[in-house]
Every structure is written in structure tokens, then in C-alpha cells.
């Protein structure tokens, strides 16, 4: 009778940021990766680094009110470069330079605090929840405005020699291409972000009407309209490419894309799939596979999370 | 006194065998990385797998003769795909499919056989016995008619899922650019490999002479010529769009140069540092390194050897 009350694997529960420009995502996970509360609030990244700090202890601050659990650490998500707790000139955040936010969190909670990327969480959500279970080598791809990488390698986060890994996007897949402010023309992202697409492919896009964005075009695609269906095969195409360099380089099989354009993914697989087959070497082509992921919304949080469930 | 008789450091030998299409280099290395003595034969990759073998042999047996030193076992670096001992269609080796090296001289020998690509011997040669005694992540490229890479990420060979990690000759760095055998237009072999080179800028290179090769090239580098020095800047800007790819992506630091064509590297190194300082990310740009190896010639009998002697 005992043994029921002295489960030894002991549920463990963790606190996930996920800080983005624009919001900040938060909540309370279980080490199976249930969300038991979560809450989003603005981040105000245009006001200061402090005024964002504040937004962060507010998300804390609601997720413990009424938690009967008790809190095993803070996993935090941050863009930029991150490393000993320490996030540094994260893009768009105004006067931001370096801040320890491991250090000022453990202090005032007196709970454990670990910073990663936040494409390296999102990997890491991947790997403990989602396509990861089955997959032990793959590359996450978050297809948004910027083009985020993780790259897991024998179940692990692989992070380079400062913490720098995966920027799959300053990849170059022809260096006569167009110009991207990381400063490496032709680079994946100057394909396949957001922007940048738009403005590349602007001619074909005009012709669908004024003020067209990303989403537009997946509309028209779904209503199979001729140049939304040809412009996602070019988006196909730059993905394959950029892929089936990873591919090639790691001997790795398993590709994993979310992020908001991820959605649209069923207009540019097939074009995606027929780049790989055609250009990866003949080890690779029979046996790869690209998913999409299926945690995509909640991976920032999960993926910060982990980082104290692991 | 007893003690300097039984020094726990106690020196081991093996025998390593560097297989090429045209030549056989093997050696009897000790684990310092010291030659004892080599032999070089011709491979008869033309004839049939069991001529080559034959001649394997023969190399095993010179190497034997009046040899005072216990051998603790055979390493071989071979083109191609390797697995579980096993040289699967070695790249113009006439008839062989598939040959399970490590089986048929196990038990000829009765000494442990290791098998590996050329490309992971050269690797761990440079990671045991030259720059790697410094660097714990590099790639480390052949440049010759085929460019071969091996990745060294913390100390270790990393080898992939399947065994077939490094093909760095295999990433585009240019969609629209030049074929290549490997089905995979504008990959950096297509643009560095020997030949592909003498092909793609042949209009320049009819320039300086009727069948000038890459030696050739070198000369008139040598001498200033101005063609031959422009050349060079373009194999130059070309690794260095490849190398940036590959420390983008890695945060990694350092490449090591090996291959016939390293031996130019005075004459391209300017323009392919100019280029990974452009092109690299913020956290790259000042701290990379492209390195010379030290032990070019020897790389793959060294290698070979320290499959064993890890």
C-alpha cells in the first residue's frame, strides 16, 4: 500500500518565460510537459530594460498566485546571445546591452534560473515533447521574420563553442543573392524571412493586390490561386536548398519546422521534398524527413521550461 | 629502480594504411604519432577488389618484416562510405561493391582492424598530432580533385547518424552555380574541387598556356603573374563563403587545411579571410582561424594509425 504514496518518479514543476519582442509568454510546467497556468503580457521592449524586467516579475507573480505546487526553478527564452545567464543586445529591445538576469532572479526568488536562446528552447521543447520522443538527431527551424535554428545532435542541444549554434539562417545559399543585415548576402534568411521574401518576390506579389502580407498569400493559396501557389514554391525551393546543405554536412535526417510560416507548409512541402531529393547525396535522399512541429505555439515556454525539468 | 623499467606510459604501435585510388601509404606509427617505418605501393584500383587487397597485404607484410615492436592492431582510411568495417563502392575502384575489410583481416591477422573514411583519418591525424593539439572544434578540409571534410566538435570525430558526416565539398554555396557529380549544383566542391576549378575559368586560364594545371597555376602565382594571382583570389572567395557557412552554423572557429592544393594557400588565404570577415556573424568575425595542417602528407597513414592507437 505504501509503495502508492512513495511514487519515486515525483512530478516536478517549472516556471517557462518566453520573451519576445512584442510579448511575453509565461507558465507553469509539469516535467511531462503540461501547461497548468500560463499567462502573456505585453514586454514592452521599446520602453527599457528595466520596464521589461518588471513585465517578467509580473508574469512570475501570476503564475504562483494560488500554485499548490511547489516551483523547482525559472527557464527563461530570450533572443539574442545568451550565455552564463547573461543576455546580451537582444535585437529590438531599446537600450538593452547585458544584463544577468540569472543572477538578479536567484537572488530576489531564491529559486534556480537558467537562460537559454530562444531557438535553442524551442528545440529543446521539441526534443522533450514533441517529434524529439522518436527522433534523437534533428534541426529545428523557426520561419518567421528572422530564421531561427536549433540543432540537436545525439539527444542534445548542440551549442557550439560560445553558445552560438544553429544559425541556420546566415547560412549562404548563393552568395550573388540578396543582401540581409546579418551581412551575408544570399544568406537562408534573405530567402526565407518574412520580409525579406516579401520584398524579394514584390513584382509577383503585387499583382495579387495592395498591401498583401505573408498571410494573404496563404489565403489565396488555399483557394489555389496560380502566383500564391508559384510563390510558395519558391519558398519550397530556398528551404530545400538550405536543408539539404544541413542535411548533407551533419548526416542528419530530420528536419522540424515551426514558427508562424510554418503554417503554410502544406503549399510548399512537395517543392521543399523534390529540392532535397534532387540535391542531397544518395545516403540521405531515400530516408530524410521535414515536419512540421506539432508544440509549435507553446514551444518558447516549454522549451524554457525544460530547461529546469532536465 | 624498478620504476624506470616499468613506466605506466608504455608505448603502443600500429600499423596504418592510408587506401587511395592510385597509391597505397601505409606505416608502422607509434602513439606519439612517430613514423617507424612506411612503405608505398601501388593500389591496382583498376583491376579488381582482390588485387587492391593483395596489395594491402603486401603492405602489411613489409611493414612487419624485422619489425622488433608488438603491432597492436590495423587501421585503415579508405574512400567512400565505411560502416561497421564494411568499404561500401569506393569512388573509381573498378568492381568493388561492398567489402567487409575488418572481418577478412581479423581473422587473417588475429589483430583488431579499425576501418574508416580518408576524410575522419585526416581529421583525427590533425586532432591527435597536429593543430588539434590546440583546437578542440575544428573541420578539417582536403582540397584536391574532390574536397573531403571531417568534423571535430569537442575532441571527437563527429561522425552522424550513418557515418557520413563532413561532406562539406557537398553544401551549396551557390543555387544557379556550376554542376557536380554529386547532383548538387554550385556546392563548394563544384567550385574547388581540381578539376571543376581548371573547367569553370577555363576562358582565363587559356590565358597564361595550352594544359596548364593547378601546379602550374601556383607557379606563375609564384611569379607574380597576374592571372594566376586573380585565380587564386576567386578559389579564395569561394572557401571563404563555404567556411562561413560552416562557422554561421557550428560556432566553430577553426578550419585546417590539407590537400594537394593547401600547398597554394599563401596565394588564396588573403582574399578567403576577407571574405569569412564579411560575411561571419558578429561573434565570429574577429576570433576564426584558417589554419595550414602540419602534417599534410602523412595525414592519412597518421590517422589511419590512431584509430587504433585511441
Not at 505546487?69 to 546571445?81: D, L
Not at 528545440?123 to 524529439?132: I, K, N, P, S, V
Not at 520580409?195 to 513584382?203: A, P, T
Not at 528536419?255 to 503549399?267: D, R, V
Request: charged share 25%.
Amino acid at each position: 500500500m505504501i509503495t502508492l504514496e512513495t511514487n519515486p518518479k515525483k512530478q516536478t514543476y517549472a516556471i517557462g518565460i518566453d520573451l519576445g519582442g512584442t510579448y511575453i509568454k509565461s507558465a507553469v510546467v509539469d516535467s511531462k510537459g503540461k501547461i497548468l497556468k500560463h499567462y502573456k503580457t505585453e514586454a514592452y521592449s521599446n520602453i527599457s530594460p528595466k520596464k521589461v524586467i518588471e513585465q517578467i516579475e509580473k508574469c512570475i507573480a501570476e503564475l504562483r498566485k494560488r500554485m499548490k505546487h511547489e516551483i523547482s526553478g525559472i527557464g527563461i527564452g530570450a533572443p539574442g546571445i545568451v550565455t552564463h545567464g547573461i543576455i546580451k543586445y537582444p535585437p529590438n529591445f531599446k537600450g538593452w546591452k547585458e544584463v544577468n538576469i540569472k543572477k538578479q532572479f536567484e537572488k530576489k526568488y531564491k529559486l534556480e534560473t537558467l537562460v537559454d536562446n530562444d531557438a535553442n528552447c524551442a528545440g529543446l521543447a521539441e526534443l522533450r515533447f514533441g517529434h524529439g520522443k522518436k527522433y534523437n538527431n534533428f534541426i529545428f527551424l523557426t520561419l518567421g521574420t528572422g530564421i531561427g535554428g536549433a540543432m540537436v545532435l545525439n539527444g542534445e542541444i548542440y551549442r557550439g563553442e560560445q553558445n552560438g549554434a544553429g544559425e541556420f539562417g546566415m547560412t549562404t545559399i548563393n552568395f550573388d543573392g540578396p543582401k540581409c543585415l546579418g551581412g551575408n548576402p544570399g544568406a537562408v534568411e534573405a530567402y526565407l524571412g518574412r520580409n525579406y521574401f516579401l520584398e524579394n518576390e514584390k513584382e509577383e506579389i503585387n499583382k495579387l493586390g495592395k498591401e498583401i502580407d505573408f498571410d494573404d498569400i496563404q489565403k489565396l493559396a488555399k483557394k489555389k490561386n496560380k502566383i500564391a501557389l508559384e510563390l510558395f514554391k519558391k519558398y519550397g525551393f530556398y528551404l530545400g536548398v538550405g536543408l539539404t546543405n544541413y542535411f548533407n554536412l551533419m548526416d542528419v535526417r530530420t528536419a522540424i519546422l515551426g514558427g508562424g510560416i510554418s503554417n503554410a507548409y502544406e503549399f510548399f512541402k512537395d517543392e521543399c521534398v523534390k529540392t532535397i531529393k534532387k540535391r542531397s547525396i544518395k545516403t540521405i535522399n531515400g530516408t530524410f524527413r521535414v515536419l512540421r512541429s506539432k508544440i509549435n505555439n507553446d514551444a518558447g515556454v516549454l522549451g524554457a521550461a525544460a530547461l529546469i525539468l532536465d
